[in-house]
């Protein structure tokens, strides 16, 4: 079994400035996928950016990037230029690669980062 | 196009109740998933629907939980004999041929 921790219940940054919020995992698999996702207080969970296990190259999507240190198991995410608009709830969430070439499995997340991004 | 809708948006039942919670999903997405997302906690995975037949049913917590795609398409997720404990948001997500998966604005259900 897989299990996700994020041991920062709540992070708080200035608009405009830089937050990193943490992300470690547990999982005996060697192929896999990792996410961050977004969920604002209207609920509805939104895809930050992923990363394929196998590549080494950390993600990046505009003001989102990664920092994957696979034999660390750690996945944590950075959010330049802080925006009021990224205040939210943040999930860490681990897939494991599915069998017979489809792309489809069950997510596993972690217990949420609530950022806060003030004025 | 439009995205997951689920209906009702907030469901209040008394204890020992039948619900039923609606899920479409994106049009044309073969993969439905459920999940259960109890207040300041992460979703847990419920159930998911490759078409028609469940490919994965293990998050499911006991016989109480059922849930059907009969066409492949809409999902009905089916609490039978409700309890306080079940009180959660119930997400549901779809996906086609990507491992990103599309979630819906939940459903709320209160058990009383």
């Known amino acids: 079994a897989q299990t996700v921790t994020q041991s920062q219940p709540e992070m708080s940054v200035q608009e405009a400035e830089t937050v990193t919020l943490s992300c470690t995992y547990d999982t005996s698999e060697s192929n896999y996928y990792l996410f961050w996702y977004k969920q604002p207080p209207s609920r509805q969970m939104i895809l930050v950016i992923r990363q394929e296990a196998y590549k080494q190259q950390n993600a990046t999507e505009n003001r989102f990037s990664v920092n994957f240190q696979k034999a660390a198991k750690s996945f944590s995410l950075k959010i330049s230029d802080s925006q009021l608009g990224d205040t939210a709830m943040y999930f860490c969430?681990?897939?494991?690669?599915?069998?017979?070439?489809?792309?489809?499995?069950?997510?596993?997340f972690g217990q949420g980062t609530i950022l806060t991004v003030h004025p | 196009g439009a995205g997951v809708s689920q209906t009702p948006s907030n469901k209040v039942t008394e204890k020992g109740k039948y619900v039923e919670l609606r899920c479409d999903p994106i049009?044309?997405?073969?993969?439905l998933y459920w999940y259960r997302q109890s207040l300041g906690q992460g979703p847990e995975f419920l159930i998911y629907?490759?078409?028609?037949?469940?490919?994965?049913d293990s998050g499911l917590p006991n016989d109480r939980f059922f849930a059907v795609r009969p066409e492949g398409s809409v999902s009905t997720l089916k609490i039978q004999r409700t309890e306080r404990g079940d009180s959660a948001v119930y997400l549901c997500a779809s996906s086609r041929d990507t491992n990103e998966q599309f979630f819906g604005p939940g459903t709320r259900l209160t058990v009383l």
């Open positions: 629907f490759q078409g028609t037949g469940a490919a994965d």
């Open positions: 969430a681990f897939m494991k690669s599915p069998a017979g070439g489809t792309s489809y499995g069950k997510l596993t």
């Open positions: 049009s044309g997405h073969t993969a």
